[in-house]
């Protein structure tokens, strides 16, 4: 029985079950295994030709496991100076890439990543699937943006993510008085969980608890609320950027890892390295609405250029920004960012310290070893037993309970399984 008048620290793992719970019917939202199917579903839409591109190069560098001449054959052609991009050729990529047997994205983008970063090849066709490696690792964070921004925004049904936030903060207040601490570990590039603790945290309390500059483990500085306007013969819009205010966050914080589709970073020169496109060390933009809210950067251009002004540097000429998403990297090859090494720092304080875990719809893959090294160690190195892991996910396998079980070296009397899916789980609260 957990008693809700101690303070408790509570930290939630998100994956991508939990955003996949919330799709409506004809906005499908991708998994790791069937990232290909339903991204090369939007390929049918006439103009979309991010996605569409992307997917190509993928093939065309050779990164996929399986072979499909046909798609082979698709990729090809809706690429390069001539490219056809008509519409019974779009139907016929998109039938091709759902055909295709699953494969995990994330194996997909690391064996691209490794083409793209190899030695270069003096063969001709060789050094062409090297090229298109390089533009389908640059082009990832452009097509998932592309997908959420665009094409999802916010038709998600937020109904059951909403009554567990709503029940959450019930039962544990945000108030500085109680000292309850709610902290999100988000593997999600995505802006659902984000704008939703946002929302619900405020509607509650009735004042922001919640806010970007101060609420994902580092400080943001500035954020821009202009639209950015699409590329035309060579020029682009130049949105200004604009110093947040000082507003702190009160016991609630959203961790992400792995990036963010909000999180604008400048960029080295476009160059592809072995996490993605090279980043600089800040510093960090994010996009707001007008009334202050998280949002997508609704950009048709893969860069754009950003004008603000620092205190210390009225004549700042700006930065070549761009969306920072990383694939799930071995310590030895993700970016040296101090905004990333301070999100890790405090997700490790957060694993330490915590009473109460949620996973929620996080599937714990091998690929992101990096991730549960962490948690193991920050396991390890508390000085008390968790008390509860609540583990909220779809049709999973006995395996993966007894795995969870053993990460977070809990008994199965401290280990709450819901399997049937978050929507399920939120419908009983």
């Not at 100076?81 to 139907?91: A, G, H, S, V, Y």
């Not at 030695?119 to 943006?145: C, H, Q, V």
């Not at 039962?171 to 988000?186: A, E, K």
């Not at 996080?362 to 508390?382: F, H, N, V, Y």
Request: aromatic fraction near 12%; include cysteine; hydrophobic fraction near 35%.
């Amino acid at each position: 029985m957990i008693d809700l008048m101690r303070t408790r620290k509570i930290v939630y793992f998100a994956g991508a079950g939990l955003t996949k719970s919330l799709e409506k019917s004809g906005k499908p939202i991708p998994l790791m295994y069937d990232f290909v199917r339903v991204m090369a579903d939007y390929v049918r839409h006439e103009g979309e030709d991010i996605i569409l591109t992307t997917l190509a190069e993928l093939e065309n560098a050779g990164a996929f496991q399986a072979t499909s001449p046909e798609a082979q054959r698709l990729a090809k052609s809706v690429v390069g100076q001539n490219r056809d991009t008509r519409q019974e050729t779009r139907d016929a990529f998109r039938r091709a890439f759902c055909d295709r047997p699953s494969e995990s994205i994330e194996d997909l983008l690391l064996r691209a990543l490794e083409l793209a970063t190899g030695m270069p090849e003096s063969d001709g066709e060789a050094a062409l699937r090297k090229s298109s490696a390089a533009s389908a690792a640059g082009r990832f964070g452009y097509a998932i943006n592309r997908l959420f921004a665009y094409w999802i925004g916010w038709e998600v049904d937020c109904c059951p993510l909403e009554r567990f936030l709503r029940s959450q903060f019930a039962s544990f207040p945000l108030d500085v008085d109680r000292g309850n601490y709610h902290t999100f570990i988000s593997f999600n590039y995505d802006l659902i969980l984000d704008r939703t603790v946002q929302r619900i945290a405020r509607d509650r309390f009735e004042h922001e608890c919640w806010v970007p500059s101060t609420g994902y483990g580092f400080p943001i500085e500035f954020f821009v609320d202009e639209e950015p306007v699409p590329a035309q013969n060579g020029f682009q819009s130049y949105p200004h950027g604009r110093q947040y205010p000082p507003m702190p966050c009160i016991n609630v914080e959203i961790l992400k890892p792995h990036g963010s589709l909000n999180w604008l970073v400048p960029h080295k020169d476009h160059k592809v390295v072995e996490y993605g496109v090279a980043l600089n060390d800040g510093p960090v933009f994010t996009p707001l609405t007008q009334n202050g809210g998280v949002d997508y950067w609704r950009s048709y251009n893969s860069c754009d250029n950003l004008v603000y002004e620092r205190a210390n540097a009225p004549n700042c000429p700006g930065e070549h920004i761009g969306i920072c998403v990383l694939p799930p990297m071995p310590p030895a090859k993700q970016p040296v960012l101090g905004f990333l090494k301070s999100t890790r720092c405090k997700e490790e304080a957060a694993v330490r310290d915590a009473d109460d875990f949620y996973i929620l719809g996080w599937s714990m893959p091998k690929t992101d070893r990096d991730q549960l090294e962490l948690i193991k160690g920050a396991i390890a190195a508390r000085k008390r037993p968790i008390e509860r892991v609540v583990v909220v996910n779809w049709g999973e396998s006995p395996e993966y309970f007894s795995y969870v079980q053993e990460t977070f070296g809990v008994a199965e009397s401290n280990l709450e399984k819901h399997n049937v899916g978050f929507r399920d789980f939120a419908e009983r609260l």
